[in-house]
């Protein structure tokens, strides 16, 4: 069974540099031609999609995180990461990593975790 | 990209069937039949319960079914009940190849 799991700075300063890692356990995440997406959801409110790195390599953003998002894939950790630049209080939220179908579902996902901005 | 539009909440009696409709655009919902709901009970992370606008994963109960017309995508419960209530939330693949998420709908079991 697959499993996914978010690990990361849970308080992150104003401006600073949101950094999370998901580790994936139970398959290996260059098989079987799966993506792999971040999304977010702020306190009480909706899912909004980050952005997913292809099994090409490839990366597609949110258009209104563009300029302050990196995702990439460390194969030999079999493990993917989020990076978000300039954090502000509205990037505070829980964090979810999940593993990205070829029909663009998100067939698994790790628990979430939860990223507060904050001084 | 603007979120796809579902409306607020939704609710109905144990047995009943809802309806929660999902509505974008044709450079998502209606150009795409990569339309997905997702089921998310408080605390909880999102569960897949659609893929390909009306194919359910191994393990979901057929009581739920998904459809689409024009730029309009639709999941049905059939038969509620209580531990159906929860949040829903479809998603959808753009032409930019991206992907957008509902606005979210809170179901609720009277």
């Known amino acids: 069974q697959l499993q996914l799991q978010e690990s990361g700075s849970g308080l992150v300063k104003p401006s600073q540099t949101l950094s999370l890692t998901c580790a994936v356990s139970?398959?290996?995440?260059?098989?079987?031609?799966?993506?792999w997406s971040w999304i977010r959801q702020p306190p009480g409110k909706g899912l909004e999609w980050i952005g997913y790195?292809?099994?090409?390599?490839?990366?597609y953003y949110n258009p209104s995180l563009k300029s302050r998002v990196t995702i990439s894939v460390d194969r030999s950790k079999n493990q993917f990461s989020l990076k978000l630049s300039s954090v502000t209080a509205a990037d505070t939220a829980v964090y979810y990593c999940?593993?990205?179908?070829?029909?663009?579902?998100?067939?698994?996902w790790g628990q979430g975790t939860l990223v507060t901005v904050s001084s | 990209q603007s979120a796809l539009t579902q409306p607020a909440s939704v609710s109905g009696s144990p047995g009943q069937s809802i309806t929660i409709s999902c509505t974008g655009t044709?450079?998502?919902?209606?150009?795409?039949?990569?339309v997905s709901w997702y089921q998310q009970h408080p605390g909880k992370a999102p569960k897949l319960m659609i893929y390909?606008?009306?194919n359910r994963p191994s393990g979901v109960s057929n009581r739920f079914s998904g459809s689409k017309s024009g730029n309009t995508a639709s999941l049905t419960i059939s038969g509620l009940q209580a531990e159906d209530e929860a949040d829903y939330y479809c998603?959808?693949?753009?032409?930019?190849?991206?992907?957008?998420f509902g606005t979210g709908t809170k179901v609720t079991v009277l």
């Open positions: 999940a593993r990205v179908n070829s029909g663009y579902d998100c067939d698994y």
């Open positions: 139970g398959g290996s995440i260059s098989s079987g031609g799966y993506s």
């Open positions: 790195i292809y099994h090409s390599g490839s990366t």
């Open positions: 044709s450079s998502d919902v209606g150009g795409y039949n990569y």
């Open positions: 390909d606008v009306s």
């Open positions: 998603s959808s693949y753009t032409s930019s190849s991206t992907q957008v």
